[in-house]
């Protein structure tokens, strides 16, 4: 049975909330579940916004039957052709024999890659700048190349003042019937969820995604439409700002996260002994993570969030601990800087994952090293204890 929303007097939500999948693109856990996010307007001619995933199919294809309520459909305006958003392209090419799909130069061989159907005359190919109208509504083309593939655009419907943003201003997270952001909490129930899915999914992109910004600014926008999670109505300037502060690399937070790896406790409680001096100092913001029992994507988004990061590992077959090791790799393949780092390693008879991460965060970019890094045989002893307790107080100092 169809389940839709109205987004405005002719504009309805169409998409679908997955809370089965486990891993987004077979990577990133969903503990609370996606949205995909379709829109269809009802003017002179119909229009459809990108599409869902294969999961949401079968109620994506009812809520569309149900809005158009006997008409056809006449246009899909794929913004971006990953299969999340295009998996049900071919089955709208079947339903509805005389849609035409408006894409740019890039959009329609990733359809051909994808599908084996036909494009000949099926197709209205835009680029930069060009319009197009449905009727009342004026559409304006704005490439948005790299956020996050080299394809995606956005459309700007001038009429309503509403811009399709494709993955832009998105979030994990499925809609719990409220769609909109003035129907929820964002910052307290969606914010986390948002930056894990910027930092990990577009986190490397921050440059493509501040030439998207100022584009943006150029228009007068009331409401953003993305692919995944909240439609925004009010407060744009919120998510706006985030992705400003997000895409530039800077800290979001002065505070400082621990990410350690410990075997058997020893690194773990160096670990503990820093995060007491830091609090002792007078630091409230503290996050620490068992990087083994925390998925790398969470890392990400907190790496992203705090001004200090504490990297605590044993070493592991002459090398990092393995867990550290790929944390560090997604970090760097991400392009996180601009980040003051700090180090304690271990080792019980060649200790090398303090030099060794030192090297690594070091292959980063504007990553401020503090000199004082702690290296331990195999546990903390009192000798060694003024050390940790002196690097807590001047991270302490560097964040209050
Ligand atoms: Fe939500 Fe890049 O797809």
New binding site residues.
């Given amino acids: 049975m169809h389940c839709f929303r109205k987004v405005t007097e002719d504009l309805y939500w169409v998409g679908g909330n997955d809370r089965r999948l486990e891993l987004f693109e077979n990577i990133f856990p969903l503990t609370k579940g996606v949205s995909y996010n379709s829109y269809l307007l009802l003017d002179e001619k119909t229009v459809l916004f990108d599409a869902v995933d294969q999961a949401m199919g079968r109620q994506f294809l009812e809520n569309i039957k149900a809005v158009l309520d006997g008409r056809t459909l006449d246009y899909l305006v794929v913004n971006?052709m990953?299969p999340?958003?295009c998996a049900m392209v071919e089955d709208l090419t079947l339903r509805y024999p005389d849609m035409k799909i408006i894409g740019n130069a890039k959009t329609f061989p990733m359809i051909s890659q994808f599908f084996d159907f036909n494009l000949e005359d099926r197709t209205l190919t835009v680029k930069e700048g060009d319009t197009f109208s449905s009727g009342k509504h004026t559409f304006h083309f704005v490439m948005a190349p790299m956020v996050?593939?080299p394809e995606a655009m956005m459309t700007y419907d001038e009429t309503d003042k509403l811009l399709f943003s494709a993955?832009a201003f998105?979030t994990f997270g499925a809609l719990n019937g409220n769609i909109f952001n003035d129907e929820m909490d964002f910052d307290r129930d969606w914010l986390d969820e948002a930056r894990r899915y910027y930092t990990n999914?577009v986190g490397k992109y921050g440059m493509q995604v501040q030439n998207v910004l100022k584009k943006a600014a150029g228009f007068d926008i009331n409401i953003l439409c993305p692919?995944?999670g909240p439609i925004w109505r009010t407060d744009l300037d919120y998510i706006i700002g985030k992705y400003n502060i997000w895409s530039k690399y800077e800290p979001e937070e002065k505070g400082v996260m621990i990410a350690y790896a410990s075997m058997y406790g020893n690194t773990e409680n160096m670990a503990e002994i820093l995060a007491a001096s830091l609090a002792e100092a007078g630091v409230k913001n503290i996050r620490m993570h068992n990087i083994s029992k925390t998925h790398v994507s969470e890392l990400i988004s907190d790496s992203f969030k705090y001004s200090h990061i504490v990297l605590a590992a044993p070493t592991y077959n002459n090398g990092i601990y393995p867990l550290m090791e790929n944390y560090l790799e997604d970090m760097k393949a991400l392009g996180l800087q601009n980040r003051t780092v700090a180090i304690l390693g271990n080792g019980t008879w060649a200790p090398q994952s303090s030099k060794l991460m030192a090297a690594k965060v070091g292959e980063m970019k504007n990553m401020c090293l503090l000199e004082i890094s702690v290296t331990i045989k195999s546990a903390l002893k009192n000798s060694q204890r003024e050390e940790v307790e002196s690097l807590g107080r001047q991270i302490a100092k560097e964040v209050l």
Avoid: A, F, K, S
Wanted: charged share 25%.
């Fill in positions: 971006h990953e999340d958003h996050h593939w993955d998105g999914i692919l995944h």
